[in-house]
């Protein structure tokens, strides 16, 4: 009798190992992957090698590439770290759109062939591998921390707490999600004709710090991007807050601190016309 029950539950093992198997072959296919390649210092122009890699429902483009990486031809260069949407290292353009590797599964494409790119207004160091430092700069430009006095710890023993309401902090949560990963910078077609301008992720992180009540830098964080190369220079295509992949809504943070700006404005023009409408003349 145990001998019948144990033939029984082999079968039933065998069967959901058959099943398991099926299953995980029925999810397997093989897809051609296009890699942008350049190497400026060869000097030699660009070109895209193809390679079938095979994948699964749950691959992503980042996984495809590591095993062309891996398997076919270790000279592809590649920038990533954390694998899981968080580092902003992974950049690319694929299929057209920027996006991040490790966050784009093959499967959600839909596509036989993935084509990767290196992420559009930025240098391209090799392959897919792009330059940040101007990125960078702008993102520092616009002094990304609190400015505040009482920030400064003086004597550790008598140290200050700055209390935030709910609603106080919903004001900039958003914003403050950004992982500098670029994405919005490269879809930006005001950043593809003047490089002087911020962009938007830096134009976001102004925002961020602008909309902090800890922060008491207000009047020159407008300075800062009320120039002839600044805020103005955004014409609104919104292609920033589409391409973002952690929810920030740069697009949004431009037109706010805009609204401000105007409020505010030292623009002669604007004064003078401000003065003309009170006096009555238009
Ligand atoms: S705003 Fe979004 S897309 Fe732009 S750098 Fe930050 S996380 Fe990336
Ligand atoms: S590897 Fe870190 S965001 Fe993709």
Same mark, same amino acid.
């Given at each position: !009798? ?22 995980? +072959?029925?999810?397997?296919?093989? &897809? ?5 390649? *350049? ?11 193809? #390679? ?12 495809? %590439?590591? @095993? ?15 694998? !899981?949407?968080?580092? =902003?290292?992974?950049? !690319? *353009? ?8 490790? /966050?784009?599964?093959?499967s959600? &494409? ?11 207004? $930025? ?11 101007? $990125? #960078?700069?702008? @993102?520092?430009? !616009?002094?990304?921390?609190? @400015? ?7 004597? *550790?023993?008598? %140290? ?12 900039y949560?958003?914003?403050? /999600?950004?992982i *500098?990963?670029?994405?919005?910078y ?10 002087? $301008?911020?962009?938007p992720?830096?134009?976001?992180? +102004? ?39 952690? =929810? ?14 105007v ?7 604007? %004064? ?9 003349? &238009?």
């Amino acid at each position: !009798m145990i001998a019948l029950v144990n033939i029984k539950n082999s079968r039933t093992n065998l069967e959901h190992d058959q099943k398991k198997e099926s299953e995980i +072959a029925s999810n397997r296919k093989v &897809i051609h992957l296009r890699v942008y390649r *350049k190497n400026p210092k060869q000097g030699k122009s660009s070109h895209f090698d193809k #390679f079938e890699v095979p994948v699964q429902r749950w691959t992503t483009v980042l996984d495809a %590439l590591l @095993h062309a990486k891996g398997y076919l031809d270790n000279s592809i260069a590649i920038r990533y770290s954390c694998r !899981m949407a968080s580092c =902003g290292s992974c950049g !690319m *353009k694929i299929n057209g759109i920027p996006r991040l590797a490790c /966050y784009t599964k093959v499967s959600e &494409i839909d596509e036989n062939i993935i084509t990767c790119e290196p992420l559009p207004n $930025f240098p391209i160091i090799r392959d897919l591998v792009t330059d940040f430092s101007d $990125f #960078f700069e702008h @993102h520092r430009a !616009m002094e990304p921390f609190i @400015h505040n006095p009482n920030a400064d710890i003086v004597d *550790k023993n008598s %140290l200050t707490e700055f209390i935030q309401s709910p609603k106080d902090v919903e004001r900039y949560l958003q914003s403050s /999600y950004c992982i *500098k990963c670029g994405l919005c910078y490269s879809a930006c077609p005001s950043v593809g004709t003047d490089t002087k $301008f911020p962009g938007p992720q830096a134009l976001a992180q +102004a925002y961020r710090y602008f909309a902090d009540n800890r922060d008491d830098a207000t009047q020159s964080r407008l300075d800062i991007v009320d120039t002839k190369h600044g805020i103005w220079r955004c014409h609104f295509a919104g292609s920033c807050s589409v391409v973002c992949p952690k =929810g920030v809504d740069p697009a949004l943070g431009i037109q706010l601190l805009r609204g401000h700006l105007v409020s505010f404005s030292k623009n002669d023009k604007k %004064l003078a016309e401000s003065r003309t409408r009170s006096l009555g003349k &238009i």
